[in-house]
């Protein structure tokens, strides 16, 4: 049954008598529009958690670059901010995950008839059973969020130099 919005489908939502697409995100808008997408990264699936590696880690390229050569710069007090909700998570709540991940890889007792011991296989391999387990993809996910704090600091580095520049401008003018 159709929704007090007309249209059954997302398919739907663009079509006449749907609902109005999505406006573009506002300026200045970005650092919330990827925390939204951080909270998107699925542990439990490897593509997702690949697809983060992979955007944080161009992150880190465009930081590097910095403002003059296609990359960005990040304002001290915002990246700080940044840099501590990471941090949080690197060294306060996932060692704390990690450890009940780790009790996780035990082969759980359930018993040692076929199908029990059918289980506690399937249960240990969907843990740590290839690179698409669990446990690989929290690891990747903590690579990936050290590899997003490294960025923002380069950012602020990026910051900070362009600060220099302007100040030593301006000191040269003020010389003239």
Known sequence: MAGETGFNTQAEAGAPGGAPPSPPPAAGDAGSNFLDSLFAVDPLDDESVKQFSADVQRIKDLASAGPTSGGFALE?????????AVSRYIDEAWPSLRA???ALRQRPELGSGPYATRVAEHDGSVMDGDDASLI???ELLE?????????????IGSYREGDEEISMTFKAIDKE
């Open 100 to 102: 009940d991940v780790v």
């Open 136 to 138: 690989p993809n929290l």
């Open 76 to 84: 001290p007090e915002a990246g700080q901010k940044f840099i501590g």
């Open 143 to 155: 690579k990936g969020l050290i590899t997003l704090r490294e960025a923002i600091q380069l950012a």
